[in-house]
C-alpha cells in the first residue's frame, strides 16, 4: 500500500510544472516582486486517494518568513505515512505534502533572516507549514540554509533531512566517539546511509550496517562500514557477537523502528545507547525488556 501511495505522490509531482514567476523585477528587494496570483500545487483531498493539481492562491508573508520557487522537494515516509492517513500528524484537509524543499528565494518578509537575499540558494525543512509539493511554498526564514554554489538542488535536498537526523541521533543523542561501535540497521536506505557515513568517516566509529542483500552490503562496505550484514532476525544476535568479539555494540541506531528491534536491542553492550530514529515501517514496536536491562532508549528522535 505504501508503494502504491509513494508512486501516486511522484505521478502527481511530475504534474506541478517548475517555472519562473514571471514579472519578477528588483533582485535587492525584500518585497518589490511582482507576482501572479496562483501557483500549482498538489493537493491532498482526502486520506488514501491521489493527490490532485489544483491552482492556490498565493498569500502575505509574515514578516520573519520567505517564499521560494521550489526546484526540488523529497518524498519522504512521512509524506507518504501522512497521506494514507497514518501518521501522529493528522492535517487538516485539503493538505499539501512535503516539507524537504530546495529552490531559490523569491521574496523575503521584513524581518526575515539576513544572511538571505533575494535570488539565493536555499534548502529547507519545511515541517511547521509542509506544502513543498508545489511550484512555490512559504517557509519560516529559520528553517531555510543558504548552499554552496557547488551544490545541486538535487543533492541539497536529498541530504537534509537524513543527515541531519543521523547527526543529531548519533552525536547528540548517542554521544558517538572514536572508539565506539555502532550496529545500524536499515542501513542502505537514506537515513541508514548518512549514518553509515557521519559514523564512520567522519567520526571513525566502527559500523557494523545491517542490510537485506548481499548487494548492498558490499555497498555499505564501500561507504565505510567495519562489518555489513544481512538482517535475519533470528540470527542478527548472534552475528553481532559473532563481529564484535560478544563484547556488544554501544550505540545502535535504528533509522524505520522495524520488527527485528526487540532483536537489535540484544546486541547492545551495558549501559549502551539505542537511537530509535523514524517510524517509517508503521506503528511503534513494543519494547520487551527485564528489570535488569541497562540500557538509554533515545525514542523517535525526530520529534524532538
Known sequence: MAGTVGRRLVRALLNVHICKQPGLHGAGSKLGHRFESTYKAAVLQEFKKDLVIKEQKRRKLQEDEVRIKVNCCGVNASDIMICQGLHEISPKLPFIPGYEVSGEILELGSKAAKELKVGSKIVGLNKDLFSGFAE???????????????????????????????????????????????????ASGALGLAA????????????????????????????????????????????????????????????????????????????????????????????????SFKMQLIWQIRDL
Do not use: H
Open 136 to 186: 512555490e511554498c512559504v517557509l519560516c526564514s529559520k528553517d531555510a540554509w543558504q548552499l554552496p554554489s557547488d551544490v545541486s538542488f538535487q543533492t541539497a535536498v536529498a541530504l537534509a533531512e537524513s543527515y541531519s537526523t543521523a547527526l543529531i541521533g548519533l552525536v547528540r543523542r548517542g554521544k558517538l566517539k572514536k572508539s565506539d561501535t555502532v550496529l545500524i540497521t536499515a
Open 196 to 291: 553509515v557515513d557521519i559514523a564512520a568517516n567522519v567520526y571513525r566509529a566502527k559500523v557494523i550496517a545491517v542490510c537485506d542483500t548481499e548487494e548492498k552490503a558490499a555497498l555499505l562496505r564501500e561507504k565505510g562500514a567495519w562489518a555489513a550484514l544481512t538482517n535475519v532476525p533470528k540470527e542478527i544476535v548472534k552475528k553481532c557477537a559473532n563481529v564484535t568479539g560478544g563484547g556488544g555494540v554501544r550505540v545502535v541506531f535504528e533509522p524505520v523502528e522495524s520488527d527485528m528491534l526487540n532483536s537489535v536491542l540484544k546486541c547492545v553492550a551495558a549501559e549502551g545507547v539505542a537511537v530509535i530514529a523514524g517510524t517509517a515501517s508503521g506503528p511503534a514496536p513494543v519494547i520487551k525488556y527485564s528489570k
